[in-house]
């Protein structure tokens, strides 16, 4: 009897992992189409962060254009325009605010272009081969950020992961899957597997 128990028990605790491992799986939502939306207006990058290389162009002043750092408090310093807000402005109202504040003390019907030069990194934490800070690139999702960081480690979960999207407060657990967007400055871990 205790023979056929030592039997048992092994095989009773594999079947109970694997109930476990299937029930957590299925608890997992997949990304609704409206949180997939968010997260790609959010991948839009329609209003400048902190951490962005913006390129001003003033056309016919090539002293005034070039790439500007926004700093991590949301200001920009630009040539003769000072120091000016540029966190949470878009593209278009920072453009607006340049050529007033050109066009009220140095020249006449300034022409002002702004642009994103530099998207904000994204991080990779966790189970992968290399952790650590990238350069986003447009269209970026989970998988191909993974594949970025050198893909997972033999200890990593293969079926879940961890985001944290800019303004969160914490990490959220998402399926490993192809149709999670990864905007800019996204923070994404790779737990490790528990079997």
Do not use: W
């Not at 290389?53 to 310093?77: A, H, M, W």
């Amino acid at each position: 009897m205790v023979r056929i128990l030592y039997g048992v028990l092994p095989t009773l605790a594999a079947v109970l992992a694997i109930g476990f491992a299937v029930s957590a799986c299925s608890s997992l939502g997949q990304v609704t189409e409206a949180e997939q939306q968010q997260i790609l207006a959010t991948a839009q990058a329609p209003r400048l962060q902190s951490g962005e290389k913006i390129r001003v162009t003033v056309y016919n002043e090539p002293s005034l254009s070039g790439d500007f750092q926004i700093d991590p408090s949301g200001f920009v310093s630009l040539p003769l325009a000072g120091t000016l807000k540029a966190g949470g402005l878009t593209q278009n109202e920072l453009e607006q605010a340049l050529a007033q504040k050109y066009s009220s003390q140095y020249l006449k019907n300034p022409k002002v272009t702004v642009s994103v030069a530099e998207y904000r990194p994204f991080y990779i934490i966790g189970e992968v081969e290399h952790p650590g800070s990238f350069p986003y690139t447009s269209g970026l999702n989970v998988l191909s950020a993974l594949a970025i960081a050198g893909g997972p480690t033999y200890r990593a979960s293969k079926s879940t992961v961890m985001i944290q999207h800019p303004g969160e407060s914490g990490l959220k657990e998402y399926a490993m899957d192809a149709a999670v967007p990864i905007p800019p400055g996204d923070i994404i871990k790779v737990p490790q597997r528990y079997f």
